[in-house]
């Protein structure tokens, strides 16, 4: 399968701890972004890496998240000290060179739970 | 920032009748306007791009008109099917960001 993979596609976690999750992006593809979705909405953009550098960064996000994308390859979302309003759905996509608005491949998702 | 609406009522329709979803936006034209597909538990699936200087796209049985003056995206499945049935988001592209809306559900009855 070529397609976006992200792992865990599971997560339940205690209040205060911390989480990682991991996004492999389709190998050519040098667009990455980070969205969370709650039930009933849409995704919510987080933030957007062009190869290895931040691009964007949501105003949304508190200084508990941080995101990596070392080498421009597979990527990593953490959430430190876990709040109850967490959880959701945490989703990855992709996207190809050339049109910066141009189609976005996404994962099949991280559901985080914090309970 | 910019605001998306789609009807959060769900779309219900016979088998075969064109269905047609809205998306309505505020603030500045995208560049680009999307529509994915999403099915309950999985990812958004891409359908169809729009640019902002398009009127129409069309792909198989859909189709896509973008107003910027009505800010308004109008997205249509003609003959629709039962296996059509799901939440359809539209999602706009500016400043390298997405926005999404909350979507709108089709049902598709046969």
């Known amino acids: 399968d070529t397609g976006v993979s992200q792992n865990p596609r599971h997560k339940i976690t205690k209040r205060g701890q911390n989480v990682t999750f991991r996004c492999d992006p389709i190998?050519?593809?040098?667009?990455l972004y980070w969205y969370r979705q709650t039930l009933g909405q849409g995704p919510e953009f987080l933030t957007y890496?062009?190869?290895?550098?931040?691009?964007?960064k949501s105003r949304l996000l508190s200084d508990r998240f941080s995101a990596e994308r070392p080498k421009g390859s597979f990527s990593t979302l953490e959430i430190q000290r876990t709040e109850q309003g967490d959880s959701a759905m945490y989703l990855c996509?992709?996207?190809?060179?050339?049109?910066?608005?141009?189609?976005?491949?996404f994962g099949p998702g991280t559901r985080l739970t914090v309970t | 920032s910019q605001k998306i609406e789609q009807n959060s009522e769900a779309l219900n329709i016979q088998e075969g009748k064109t269905a047609t979803l809205t998306c309505n936006y505020t603030?500045?034209?995208?560049?680009?306007l999307q529509w994915y597909r999403q099915d309950p538990g999985r990812g958004p699936v891409f359908l169809l791009l729009?640019?902002?200087?398009?009127k129409e796209k069309r792909k198989e049985r859909l189709k896509v008109t973008f107003d910027t003056t009505l800010k308004q995206s109008l997205f249509h499945i003609t003959a629709s099917q039962p296996a059509d049935s799901a939440t359809y988001l539209c999602?706009?592209?500016?400043?390298?960001?997405?926005?999404f809306g909350s979507g709108t559900k089709l049902n598709v009855k046969p």
């Open positions: 996509a992709s996207s190809r060179p050339g049109l910066a608005g141009d189609e976005q491949y």
């Open positions: 190998s050519e593809h040098n667009r």
């Open positions: 890496f062009q190869n290895e550098a931040q691009l964007e």
């Open positions: 603030n500045y034209s995208p560049a680009y």
């Open positions: 729009i640019r902002e200087n398009e």
């Open positions: 999602a706009l592209y500016n400043f390298n960001k997405f926005y």
